[in-house]
């Protein structure tokens, strides 16, 4: 669609069939990247993550002692959107977003729907997220070793660390069923910022609809696979490498962390993965693409 000569572009938001036209050639042109490109893109995005959860990670120490409950939660959920806004408008390929591209594989736009050969729909789909899943892996540990090795658990006078341990010992204590689910209503938040960002003709546009779903799903608690690449791995190299001076400002053990383990934190993240798998491609794609995509022929 086009405007006249004669008319100046539109600035109003594009309405929600238009969206659902743009969400689709997204997935397209994912389907399309160089591999070495998405997996570097991919880096970045869990970087960007990472560095919103450290933000948050920051404003949490002894905000819950300090500020009522959903105050604390709020301001915690605030400063974490950072990271989906450096996905964004700096541009990234993020997992918990490329979800979305159920909604060109379900229009037959990346091949055969159930092919599984080099040109069939689903096989392009799973490639493309194994790819950026390992991406925002590397990214977002890495950002942890990097955060590590600066000695950020001291800072506070330990408290930033100890906010880290209390995190990721909570995170890693969730049954499998409840990370699974807190993992659905997570990504339905984080799915519905990335399709409310196609409404969009600016940054600014996209930073105001990225915010407050972003600050609604952490304030909640639920549960955000690419975050939680962050967390835990930040938690366990505190864990097992903070020095006898952190643990000294602290005044705890390894030993009062007992569900921080690694394997806890590994059934975490895939538990978290399967329900932001759920809540991001049947709930907000698969939604969008039966409203306004499912009567075009493939």
């Not at 990721?168 to 799915?191: D, I, M, R, Y």
């Not at 996209?206 to 909640?220: G, H, M, N, R, Y």
Request: charge should be neutral; aromatic fraction near 8%.
């Amino acid at each position: 669609m086009t405007s006249s000569p004669d008319l100046p572009p539109s600035l109003d938001a594009r309405l929600p069939p238009e969206m659902a036209e743009r969400a689709e050639a997204a997935g397209v042109a994912k389907a399309a990247l160089d591999p070495l490109r998405m997996l570097a893109l991919a880096v970045l995005a869990g970087a960007f993550i990472a560095f919103g959860a450290i933000f948050s990670t920051v404003v949490a120490a002894e905000t819950a002692t300090a500020l009522p409950f959903g105050v604390a939660r709020l301001l915690i959920g605030l400063s974490f959107s950072l990271g989906l806004i450096l996905v964004v408008v700096g541009g990234a390929e993020l997992f918990t977003g490329d979800v979305l591209m159920v909604m060109a594989w379900a229009g037959g736009k990346l091949g055969p729907r159930l092919g599984l050969g080099p040109e069939g729909g689903l096989a392009r789909m799973l490639k493309a997220w194994l790819v950026v899943y390992l991406g925002n892996l590397i990214g977002a540990a890495g950002t942890a070793l990097l955060t590590f090795l600066a000695g950020h658990e001291l800072f506070g006078a330990g408290k930033t660390g100890l906010a880290a341990l209390a995190i990721a010992n909570a995170k890693s204590a969730e049954p499998f069923l409840q990370a699974v689910l807190l993992g659905v209503l997570c990504n339905v938040l984080v799915c519905m910022a990335v399709w409310s960002c196609f409404a969009a003709r600016s940054a600014a546009d996209k930073v105001l609809v990225i915010v407050l779903p972003i600050a609604a799903f952490v304030a909640a608690g639920f549960e955000h696979s690419v975050a939680n690449m962050y967390y835990l791995p930040m938690a366990l190299l505190i864990r097992d490498g903070a020095p006898d001076l952190f643990w000294q400002l602290v005044q705890k053990t390894p030993a009062d962390f007992p569900a921080l383990t690694g394997a806890a934190a590994l059934k975490n993240l895939a538990a978290v993965t399967l329900g932001n798998m759920i809540g991001g491609g049947l709930l907000v794609a698969g939604m969008y693409w039966f409203i306004y995509l499912r009567s075009r022929r493939a």
